[in-house]
């Protein structure tokens, strides 16, 4: 069932575990998501970037989730830019939208995170922001420490926005890392111990089991994950046309994308899930 992604969050604080949130781009990785989700009775949030139209893709969505109506599960705006594209997410039925005011200077970030909650709120939609700055990971050694969530404006932040998950930088980056990633572990003890609402972690992909783990245990209870799904989707399409070169009946692109592509995404997803320990949370 599609519920506000804060109810997801709590729940997942409450339990000790984090909710694997993927990013979503088409049929086929919906499919994905929730066969994972439902292969391990997990909730899932479904992360959507507005340059994959999010109008059609949260149709997919609400099309697929009715299939699966026992899987709690959050459609979320992510990265929400321009103010009319977070209005435009709103409007398309979704239950959570992130605005990323993180580049603006901090009382700027907080007036414009403030109004958006002000808005979602009152129809019933939740609100994700970030403070500090989760950079690329192509840029790593260079932006890691300047970007890194400062605790003595968390309380506040948190306080005047009315937020009801925070998206904080602890030394994770998107995308491919340029560089070893190392997590401050004790910069996130401390954020988690003072805010009493869920934390959210960007830029699982290519952090490390081990990190991402310590990470959930510290207090992150949404990981987002979009480049090694990608890349399972891509090695899984590799091997098959590799496979279909030398076959002698060859498989429809509708089949391709159905038993190869989306298969790779569901497995490494399904990897996250038990690592996050959200296995079995339903």
Request: glycine share 10%; hydrophobic share 40%; net charge negative.
């Amino acid at each position: 069932m599609l519920e506000p992604m804060r109810d997801l969050l709590i729940e997942a604080k409450r339990g000790g575990y984090a909710v694997a949130a993927p990013n979503v781009y088409n049929e086929e990785s919906v499919k994905a998501a929730f066969r994972a989700a439902e292969e391990l009775d997990a909730p899932i949030i479904l992360d959507v970037g507005f340059a994959m139209d999010i109008e059609v893709t949260g149709d997919i969505a609400r099309f697929v989730g009715a299939r699966h109506p026992r899987i709690p599960w959050a459609l979320n705006l992510d990265h929400g830019g321009p103010f009319e594209h977070i209005m435009r997410a709103i409007r398309a039925g979704y239950s959570s939208v992130m605005v990323d005011r993180s580049t603006l200077p901090f009382e700027e970030n907080v007036a414009q995170t403030a109004e958006v909650v002000r808005i979602a709120h009152a129809v019933g939609v939740s609100v994700e922001a970030e403070l500090g700055h989760v950079g690329v990971g192509a840029e790593y050694e260079q932006t890691r420490d300047a970007g890194l969530t400062r605790p003595e404006e968390a309380s506040a932040f948190v306080e005047r926005t009315g937020v009801d998950c925070l998206a904080v930088a602890v030394g994770t980056s998107h995308g491919t890392y340029k560089g070893t990633p190392h997590l401050e572990f004790d910069l996130l003890e401390t954020l988690s111990g003072m805010l009493d609402i869920p934390l959210v972690l960007h830029g699982g992909s290519g952090t490390g089991d081990d990190s991402l783990r310590r990470a959930v245990k510290t207090g992150v209870q949404k990981v987002n994950l979009y480049t090694e799904l990608g890349e399972a989707w891509f090695d899984a399409l590799e091997r098959e046309l590799a496979e279909r070169a030398q076959a002698s009946v060859k498989k429809k692109p509708a089949q391709v994308m159905e038993d190869s592509c989306r298969d790779g995404y569901q497995q490494k997803l399904m990897h996250y899930i038990r690592l996050f320990d959200s296995a079995g949370r339903i």
